[in-house]
């Protein structure tokens, strides 16, 4: 791959400061160090995952200032806190603080960090950035520290939605950093409703495509609300739509499309927002937008305005995670009492096909080790133990009350964790545990839901006994006493396997680096220009547009790297 200006630069800049430190700030002889780049890793002996150094190493590092949500008590701060403390007691590591940063500036110090040269031991970046280091060999290779000391629940959980952020870390068969998962998992899109409406209409719940298509059309041409004006519609549409991350997409789901994914097809990556099924799916939007279900200026105004007609009572259907319809019709509850309006149900198909609910597999940082670090195994020590903290030890005790959070929820000192990965199914895992808890009387499924999760349900358990109506959105989606919580749809789609993971998770390619963002650019652009009045064969020229733009180019590259990545499943840091 062609490098950047700023790799080339900091390969220049750091030739000396490696040099220089090729011993590195840690010492002791615990560590797995750079040695592993020689080692057979099917002979790697595990051990404890919270083995303590000593004697006592020190590692650099960088951290948010966070003091705006933490409460610091008995003298605490950024530098001196229970985790740094625990850090010292239990694994015999002590934290340099390099520098700790205005939250508002942390991206920027850390790509300051970079262009310097002067790199802390441990750190994030993005993936742009990994990629960078990792050309320039100025980050340690982890494969043995990982396998000598992931725990086996930390292990599992940042695998819970597949092996891909995982794999995502690799380099040609070996770990280079640690992912920091997210939960894109959990956000696959379902359907949101207003059942006022269709009362009002004497609609049935559709639960076909065709169905839906009608039911929206009537919403918007019947006066659902009943106020002589004709000033209701669906769907949040807005000029962002048709991006990467947009809840839209889920709208294609339907029609077994995925704009934003890259699919298996016959063993071959493609690009789903060139495949026949998106022409399906647009000239389905186009019907409802030439109907007037979809508003006629959603290309000209953003996501708060769309919050707006919201907010207003109309909008009629969303297509959302399990958290967006509910929340964002908090202003309407609020300003009309209404609550009894909404439901949430599964996206019915369009197809014969159950629906592929597509979801990102990147994860949202990457956790990275300075080159010639003695100890890179502090960095896995460190995702153990957030993760045991936060997703294992969920009884109050006295561990729980000192680095996670207070017994009533306002102090949550796990922000403090200096190495993190969010467990990608948390949200849903805990609402299973709070179903079996309602269905069992089992108390010991209530104490293994989170710390955040307890308080989520508390929110909804307070709005149903006291109708605060600033917990309303939480009964809906967390609250298995709730009738239809959308919690209980996700977490069905995700057991019942209905989803497509994004398959290209890698480094951007040469021309996608080049061309990638002017494709997308007339991605949305064709799709808006289609919905709002162009002929739907205006799909097939962009598509010979698409391709011949470079698009071709980077499905070619994208399926060179797929080689080494068709079964990450069977990689040695997964199974």
């Known amino acids: 791959m062609k490098k950047s200006f700023f790799a080339v630069m900091l390969a220049f800049v750091m030739v000396i400061a490696v040099t220089a430190s090729c011993g590195g700030s840690g010492s002791g002889s615990s560590g797995s160090g750079s040695s592993s780049a020689a080692a057979d890793l099917s002979n790697v002996a595990r051990k404890d995952p919270y083995?303590?150094?000593?004697?006592?190493?020190?590692?650099?590092?960088?951290?948010?200032?966070?003091?705006?949500?933490?409460v610091f008590e008995d003298g605490d701060d950024m530098e001196n806190n229970d985790w740094t403390r625990a850090y010292k007691d239990e694994l015999g590591v002590n934290v340099d603080f390099m520098w700790i940063s205005d939250a508002s500036q942390y991206d920027t110090r850390i790509e300051m960090m970079l262009a310097s040269g002067d790199l802390a031991d441990i750190f994030p970046v993005?993936?742009?950035?990994?990629?960078?280091?990792?050309?320039?060999?100025?980050?340690e290779d982890l494969s043995v520290a990982y396998l000598e000391f992931i725990s086996d629940d930390a292990k599992r959980l940042i695998t819970e939605a597949g092996p891909y952020a995982v794999d995502a870390c690799t380099r040609d068969g070996r770990l280079m950093a640690l992912p920091h998962t997210g939960n894109q998992i959990e956000n696959i899109p379902l359907l949101g409703i207003r059942t006022d409406w269709l009362d009002n209409l004497n609609l049935s719940m559709p639960t076909t495509y065709q169905e839906l298509e009608d039911v929206l059309i009537a919403f918007a041409t019947q006066d659902p609300d009943g106020n002589g004006i004709d000033d209701t519609f669906n769907f949040m549409l807005e000029k962002n739509s048709f991006t990467n991350d947009s809840d839209a997409n889920g709208f294609f789901f339907m029609f077994d499309a995925w704009p934003g994914t890259w699919v298996d097809d016959g063993g071959k990556l493609v690009w789903g927002g060139v495949q026949p099924n998106c022409k399906e799916a647009l000239a389905a939007l186009k019907r409802l937008y030439d109907s007037g279900a979809i508003n006629k200026e959603f290309p000209t105004f953003d996501y708060a305005k769309a919050i707006e007609y919201v907010t207003a009572g109309k909008v009629g259907a969303q297509i959302t995670g399990y958290y967006g319809s509910s929340s964002s019709n908090t202003g309407y509850v609020k300003s009309t009492g209404n609550v009894d309006f909404w439901t949430s149900v599964a996206l019915?198909?369009?197809?014969?096909?159950?629906?592929?609910?597509?979801?990102?597999?990147?994860?949202?940082?990457?956790?990275?080790?300075?080159?010639?670090?003695?100890?890179?195994?502090?960095?896995?020590?460190?995702?153990?133990?957030?993760?045991?903290?936060?997703?294992?030890?969920?009884m109050p005790n006295e561990r729980y009350l000192r680095l996670v959070q207070n017994e009533v929820g306002t102090n949550p000192k796990w922000n403090l964790s200096l190495c993190q990965a969010y467990r990608p199914a948390n949200n849903i895992n805990n609402f299973r545990l709070l179903s079996k808890w309602h269905e069992t009387g089992d108390q010991s499924y209530y104490d293994s839901v989170t710390a955040l999760g307890k308080t989520f349900y508390a929110g909804g358990i307070e709005y149903r006994d006291t109708g605060n109506l600033d917990q309303w959105f939480w009964w809906l989606m967390h609250c298995p006493e709730y009738e239809s919580p959308s919690m209980a749809i996700t977490s069905k789609n995700i057991a019942d396997g209905n989803l497509q993971p994004n398959l290209f998770y890698g480094a951007p390619t040469e021309t996608m680096t080049e061309r990638w963002n002017t494709l997308w650019d007339r991605q949305v652009l064709a799709y808006q220009n289609i919905v709002t009045g162009g002929p739907i064969d205006d799909f097939d020229k962009f598509v010979a547009e698409w391709r011949s733009m470079g698009g071709d180019a980077i499905e070619r590259e994208v399926n060179l790297w797929y080689e080494d990545h068709k079964n990450a499943d069977d990689i040695i840091f997964v199974r």
Request: aromatic letters at 12%.
């Open 51 to 70: 083995m303590k150094h000593s004697p006592e190493v020190s590692v650099k590092m960088v951290a948010s200032d966070i003091s705006y949500v933490v």
């Open 126 to 139: 993005k993936g742009v950035n990994f990629q960078q280091l990792y050309e320039n060999g100025l980050i």
């Open 348 to 394: 019915p198909s369009a197809t014969s096909n159950k629906n592929k609910l597509a979801y990102g597999t990147e994860p949202y940082n990457y956790h990275v080790v300075k080159k010639g670090y003695a100890n890179p195994e502090i960095a896995v020590q460190m995702m153990n133990m957030f993760i045991n903290e936060f997703y294992i030890n969920t």
